[in-house]
């Protein structure tokens, strides 16, 4: 994983969802908790799936779902800011981290879908 920076902040973004996944969970924001688990975990996953990719096409196929899945994160992440839902976890840093992952993502499968 060192020197592969999608991977790497797929990676860290994934245990920070997790962590605040714990916090909202503790408050009984379940729903909130769940939603946000399963698209901020899902980007790491789609990432390295698409190491194996058979592929250019599958490749960037992947890499496309993991782009949509951080995009639904930052969806949550927002909503939660928003709706005042506290927590020990600094929600604006996860929002940044998860708009350099939607441009990382978007260069990625921008490039791997050229002919």
Request: include cysteine; hydrophobic fraction near 40%.
């Amino acid at each position: 994983m060192p020197g592969n920076r999608v991977l790497e902040c797929s990676y860290r973004f994934a245990l920070r969802t997790v962590a605040l996944g714990r916090e909202l969970r503790k408050q009984r924001e379940l729903e909130l908790a769940g939603q946000l688990l399963r698209s901020g975990t899902s980007i790491g996953a789609n990432v390295e799936e698409a190491q194996a990719g058979f592929s250019r096409r599958e490749f960037a196929a992947k890499m496309g779902i993991a782009a949509k899945e951080v995009r639904e994160s930052l969806y949550w992440l927002r909503l939660i800011r928003d709706s005042g839902t506290r927590s020990g976890v600094d929600i604006d840093s996860m929002i940044e981290d998860a708009t350099e992952l939607v441009r990382l993502l978007t260069a990625i499968v921008h490039t791997a879908s050229k002919p």
